[in-house]
Nanobody, 124 residues
Framework: QVQLVESGGGLVQAGGSLRLSCATSGRTFSSYGMGWFRQAPGKEREFVAS????????NYADSVKGRFTISRDNAKNTVYLRMNNLKPEDTGIYYC?????????????????WGQGTQVTVSS
């Protein structure tokens, strides 16, 4: 059974930083691309960032480029999202997801498994 467990969310002031983690189990971690998505109240879940299985390739939503960094540690079966210079519009529930294959994906349909989410709240 594949499981993804996010952690690291919380309340932070605008301009602050957080690092989210997503620990996975149940599949060969390095064989699959990973993604982060977020969902604000009343809005659709949206793509934030993705990383290939090897970790060589990354992709970001325009809204977070230059502020967020996705990375992975295949020895620890964990993917991270470092978020700097946070803005109130970054508030939402952040979900990690494990992809169909080893590549990058920006659509929800490219992912097989999802975590339960972790809340990020940025105050102004």
């Amino acid at each position: 059974q594949v499981q993804l467990v996010e952690s690291g969310g919380g309340l932070v002031q605008a301009g602050g930083s957080l690092r989210l983690s997503c620990a996975t189990s149940g599949r060969t971690f390095s064989s699959y691309g990973m993604g982060w998505f977020r969902q604000a109240p009343g809005k659709e879940r949206e793509f934030v960032a993705s990383i290939s299985g090897s970790g060589w390739w990354t992709n970001y939503a325009d809204s977070v480029k230059g502020r967020f960094t996705i990375s992975r540690d295949n020895a620890k079966n964990t993917v991270y999202l470092r978020m700097n210079n946070l803005k109130p519009e970054d508030t939402g529930i952040y979900y990690c997801a494990s992809g169909h294959g080893s590549g990058l994906g920006i659509d929800r349909g490219a992912y097989d498994y999802w975590g339960q989410g972790t809340q990020v709240t940025v105050s102004s």
